[in-house]
Structure formats: structure tokens, C-alpha cells
């Protein structure tokens, strides 16, 4: 199943004089050993491995210059990688070439804290940000459940648990370092907190999923630790409840700054995995921020509204160490979702509609899910009208491939006929091209290949994802 293997994927051989080439600027750290192509094969996504020719490992935005100028004159494809955990196949090589790790490129190279910016080389980390700011009061918020890259994030345009409160990548990146397919080094633009000056091309590059620009330093916005933070878990009779409890909350203004829906089968997989109690219905996750009286205020806002959908009262985490085991559970339920059928290959999918389109999104997915030959999981950050599924298929079935594929395809074009999103934060990669014309039209999916063609002539950069070039 999944084959990326045929003769459809053009896999270009490396000359050798471009790896000689290579070898003159990175020394040592290009290999091509097997276990080290092996562990640049493989992502979170359902495909099969697919091994580069060669890995880099790159320390400087220099050396990155430099060997995208080789790999162009040579037209060896370069697919940049970070964390290795995006799940829709964006890092497989699937023209061969050479994988680009900058994990190594991880150095904070400034906290400005007096203008709540910080700039950091692309390997860096979220959770690695956070623990250099931990001594500051401020914070960076934007957390997908990995620990990922900000080059990564950048690059995919992530999103997390606190967006509905602090916004995605998109509103959190000011600038961009970036080494273009011929070498070029160029930054987007400055720390201002505003500009009017040119086309705004750290938001071109954000999102672009390393087709257009191999992103190697990274500017984000920070925010003050909040003076009170409350987290709270609310369980619901059903899926539906949950749901509707989310839109009023989002339509009376309440200023959440997380909330989180688990089904039935999410809590259970995460009760097993973080060895946790949590009663095994749907429920939702809340955290509030602010001063003492307004997460007061908050709660008790929120708790008025889901009584009146059936929610039962409040389990308060007041304390840090609460907090911290419950969210990490949050953000560990892919991996706990995996425990749930051992051996399996795990198939996700993200939409992302308009809040009001939220409730009967979920419940006919749900109703598409309740015949799955396979089991799985539902959750989602529903504050910002985005939710997950998550599919554990065998991975020699074709069937059980086939009826997943029939799931996300029903889910997709329910969720564009809303007038939303085939994925609010997992990106295109390989698994979504095929929806890009449906939501966006022939002329847009058009432009945007002129803008591909216009970086980079000769397709080196993440060559095969997005869109056929």
C-alpha cells in the first residue's frame, strides 16, 4: 500500500562530482551510511521509508548557501529536515537527492526581551526555546504536540493547543533567514512589529514546506508568562455536547486560552499511556490565562455554559506539576493513540472549518468512523474549529488502507464544502495533494506554481510535494 516506489517518481542519481563537491564544504558530515539514510526515510505519516542518497549535516546558514548552490548546478534535489515528525510525508526523498538535517543548527541567537522577540536558528526547538526563556516571563506559545523544529514549524505553518488564544506560526513569525535554490542568503524582514514595505515574503515562505526556500534562522514573537494559569478537564455525555459547548463559549467571547476535545477512545488511549484517571467519555480540555480574578471570571463563565450542554463539573489542575502531567498527556495522545493496536500503521488527518460548521463536521465523521474496520481516535483543538483523526491500520492490509482513504477523502470534502480547510495545521506534503485544486481553484493552485517555478527553476528543493511541478 502507499507506493512511492514506481516509475511515476522520477529518482535523479547524485553525479559523483557533486558529492565530491559537497565533501569539499561538510567534510565528515555528509553520510551516506544505511542506518543514517534509514533514520532520514521515515516520517510520522503512513508511507513507506524512502532513503536519500546522501545526508548533510549542516551548522552554519553558510554552508547551507553552499550546498544548495552545488546541488543546483548539479540538479540534485535537497529536502531540509528538523525534527522528523510531520505527518503527511513532507520529508520523504522521493526524487532521491541529498537530506539536509539542520537539528545541528541550534543555537538562540538573541532574546530581545524588552520588544518580545527572540531569533534562533532553525534546529531549534519549541520546548528548547522555552526552557532558554524560562528565567524571563516570556514564553513562546505556539506547541505542536512534537517537540518540533521552529525551521520546521515555519515551514508547515504548525499550529498547537494554545492557537486559539496566541494564533499559529503565520501570526508568530516576524522574519525569516532563508538560503534560496541557488544559494542566495536573504532575510524577509525586520524585528518591526509592523511593515508596509514590499510583498511580505516570511508569509510566502511560511508554509511553503521547504519547496521554495530552505529556512535557516527564525524570528518569533514572545509573550509574558500569564500572572494565573488554571487548567481543567469537563467530560460530556456525548461527542455532540462537547462540540456545541465549544461554540458557545468561542461565540460569547470567552478568552480561552486552550481548549482541547478527546473522544471516548482518545482518553482511554491516554488514561493507558500517561497513566492517568480520566473518566473515558468525550471531554474537554481548558487552560486560562490572565490575572487571578479574570481566570475566576473565566471559569466560571465556561462552567455555566457546558452545564448547560450536559458537561459535568469542573476536575481542577491548579497546581504546575497538574497541569504539566495533563497537557503532556494532550500532546502525547498520537503516540498513545498507537498503543491502542501494536504493530500498526497510523494514517492522520486534519481539517480545519469554520466554528459554526464545527459540530455537524464532527458528528457525521464520527458517524463515517463508527463502521472502521480499524479502530482510532478523534480529537482536536475545537477552539479554532480543527480537529484530528487518527486511523491504526495493519500495515499489510489494503483494505483497511482503502477504507481510511474513503474516510479522509468524505472528511476533506466535507470540510471544503463548509467552506474550510483540507488541513488547518499538517500541511500538503504527499498524502493531501490531490485536495489543493478542489479548495483553491485552477487559477490559484496556478499561481502558485508559477511562484515554485519562480524560486526554483530546476526543482531541487522538496521536489514531488504540494502540487506536481
Known sequence: MNDLTDSSWLRRPVPAACLDALRAVVGDRLSMAQAVREHHGHDESPYPDVLPDAVIFARTTEEVAAVARICNEHRVPIVAYGAGSSLEGHLLPVQGGITLDLSGMNAVL???????????????????????????????????????????????????????????MRENVLSLTVVTADGRVLRTAS????????????????????????????????????????????????????????????????????????????????????????????????????????????????????RDHGGMDFEWANRPEDRSRLWAARHNAYFAGLQLRPGCRASTTDVCVPISALADCVRETARDLADAPFPFTIVGHVGDGNFHVLMLLDPDSQDEWDASERINHALVHRAIAADGTCTGEHGIGLHKMGYLLEEHGQDALALMRSLKHAFDPNNILNPGKIFPW
Open 110 to 168: 538573541a532574546v530581545h526581551a524588552e520588544d518580545f522577540t527572540a531569533t534562533v536558528q532553525a534546529g531549534v526547538t519549541r520546548k528548547q526555546l522555552n526552557e532558554h526563556l524560562r528565567d524571563s516571563g516570556l514564553f513562546f506559545p505556539v506547541d505542536p504536540g512534537a517537540d518540533a523544529s521552529l525551521g520546521g514549524m515555519a515551514a508547515t505553518r504548525a499550529s498547537g493547543t494554545n492557537a486559539v488564544r496566541y494564533g499559529t
Open 191 to 306: 524585528r518591526a512589529p509592523k511593515s508596509s514595505a514590499g510583498y511580505d515574503l516570511t508569509r510566502i515562505f511560511v508554509g511553503s514546506e521547504g519547496t521554495l526556500g530552505l529556512i535557516t534562522e527564525v524570528t518569533v514573537k514572545l509573550y509574558p508568562q500569564p500572572e494565573a494559569v488554571s487548567a481543567a478537564v469537563c467530560n460530556f455525555p456525548t461527542l455532540g455536547d462537547a462540540v456545541d459547548s465549544v461554540i458557545e463559549i468561542m461565540q460569547a467571547g470567552v478568552p480561552v486560552a486552550r481548549v482541547e476535545f478527546m473522544d471516548e477512545y482518545a482518553v482511554r488511549s491516554v488514561n493507558r499511556y500517561s497513566k492517568l484517571e480520566l473518566r473515558e467519555t468525550p471531554l474537554l480540555l481548558f487552560e486560562f490565562h490572565g490575572s487571578a480574578a479574570g481566570v475566576q471570571e473565566q471559569a466560571d463563565l465556561v462552567q455555566a455554559i457546558v
